[in-house]
Each structure stands twice: as C-alpha cells, then as structure tokens.
C-alpha cells in the first residue's frame, strides 16, 4: 500500500509562485515514477509533469513548460513541483501519483496510486 500526502497549496495573486509538495510512504519511492496532475469540477484530470525514478528525466505539458519544475528527493520520499509564473487558468485542485511501469506516463491511467489533492487557486 503507499500513501501520498500532498501539500503547499493555497491562494496567490497572478505572476506570484508556489512549491507543491507530495510526500511518499509504504513503498520504495526510488524506484518509481512520479507525476503531477490538475483537475477542475466537472473536467478530466489533465497532465501537468512527471519525473523519472532518479530526477533525470522530466516532461512537461505544454501549457507549463518553462513556468512550472518538478523534481525529487528520494533521501525524504517526496516529489516537489514549483510553479512560477502563476495565471489564473492554473487554478485547479493538484495530484501527484506515483508510476510503477516502466518510462514516464502523461496518462492518469498509467499512473497506479493518487494523492487526496491540493487546491490552488490564482486570483487575477
């Protein structure tokens, strides 16, 4: 069983930055593949980064390349995603979800245990 505990979220006005934090537990968290995802009410889940099992390897959607960062620390099990740049279009609830298949996954289905979320909300 693993446990994923997210923090960091909360309220920023537009341009301003937040560090999400997803703690891991009950599992070898350095073996695995981390992600981050985003959803408003009433929409799918939608990809936002993932990292490989050692932090080498990272991929971004489109709509947060060059603003947001994911990295991770497997020495305290935790993944991080900071988030630069902030517009109001990035208000969502946040998810990390850890991957036990092989590669990075942009998928929600490729992705095996969640987190209970976030909220961040960008005022404008």
């Known amino acids: 069983q693993v446990q994923l505990v997210e923090s960091g979220g909360g309220l920023v006005q537009a341009g301003g930055s937040l560090r999400l934090s997803c703690a891991a537990s009950?599992?070898?968290?350095?073996?695995?593949?981390m992600g981050w995802f985003r959803q408003a009410p009433g929409k799918e889940r939608e990809f936002v980064a993932a990292?490989?099992?050692?932090?080498?390897?990272?991929y971004y959607a489109d709509s947060v390349k060059g603003r947001f960062t994911i990295s991770r620390d497997n020495a305290k099990n935790t993944v991080y995603l900071q988030m630069n740049s902030l517009k109001p279009e990035d208000t969502d609830v946040y998810y990390c979800?850890?991957?036990?298949?092989?590669?990075?996954?942009?998928?929600?289905?490729?992705?095996?245990?969640w987190g209970q979320g976030t909220q961040v909300t960008v005022s404008s």
């Open positions: 979800a850890i991957r036990s298949g092989y590669g990075l996954g942009s998928h929600s289905y490729e992705y095996d245990y």
């Open positions: 009950g599992r070898t968290f350095s073996r695995y593949a």
């Open positions: 990292i490989d099992w050692s932090g080498t390897s990272t």
